[in-house]
């Protein structure tokens, strides 16, 4: 690693099937990363919860829970942030008007399954939250922590 | 799933973690997990010094499966110098050790039920380790 030449960035991909139970590989991983760089616990529990959301929504939404469809993330690693991408196939796309709902909790009781908060908190636990398209057309979200070192 | 790590030490301990992840989830007995853990380290630890000789541009391939039967792993480097694997039974040195080199082939071959080396000239080398969900009543496959 040499920061006058650029390389200061490390790159970890983790494929997974489009299959729920997986986002739970996706956080795990990201967690011992995580933990590695020098996370509080706390920034550690939104990560996992924003990675979680965004795998849920790989699986169910963008690739219709078709397992053979792949979810991709990619942990970017920099010495004062970690940046996660989470792409889908894009079997079925973002609604960009969905990026920026504001769900009620009044509205949540209506509701059977509970859903509909999962970008709400991406937004709410990470300081960036970007909703691109993936490289091969599927629906990417990108997603930034900042590390913050305790000062001397 | 599929891993893809940089050759850096320390590394893959983010490889070991995501596949503990994995063999968790699928039920794996606790002690189980600690066998897959530490063969999938010196795979990885084998893969970024030997294989890809700690370049960081290289990268370490992690293929994990799974079945009724097998949690299969995939290790691959992008090497050209394939390691040569130890027969089971294991057969250890009598200590003290002259040298501590091998012990990770070693340690593969003894906690892995089957362990293969597959040179691949596209990509480098691929360690493949099976681990038999139920060590017990599994009818070893001879083909």
Known sequence: MNDREGAIEQVIELRLPSRLGYERIAMDTAAALARRMGFPAERIDALRTAIGEAVTNAIEHGNQADAAMKVVVVLMVRPDELIISVADQGRQALDPARTHIQPRITDAFQRADKGGWGIWLMRELMDEVEFTLAPGGGNQVRMVVHLERPST | ?143
């Open chain 2, 1 to 143: 799933m599929q891993l893809t790590i940089p050759s850096i030490l320390g590394y893959e301990v983010i490889a070991r973690d995501a596949v503990a992840s994995l063999a968790k989830r699928f039920g794996l007995a606790p002690e189980r997990i600690e066998d897959i853990k530490t063969a999938l380290c010196e795979a990885c630890t084998n893969a970024i010094e030997h294989g890809n000789h700690a370049d960081p541009q290289r990268k370490v391939r992690v293929v994990c499966t799974i079945d009724e039967q097998h949690l299969i792993i995939e290790v691959c480097d992008e090497g050209t110098d394939p390691p040569v694997l130890p027969k089971k039974p294991v057969e250890w040195p009598i200590c003290p050790y002259t040298s501590f080199r091998g012990r990770g082939l070693m340690l593969m071959a003894a906690l892995a039920d089957e362990v293969t080396v597959v040179p691949d000239a596209l990509t480098g080398t691929c360690v493949r380790l099976i681990f038999y969900r139920h060590p017990t009543n599994v009818v070893v496959d001879v083909s």
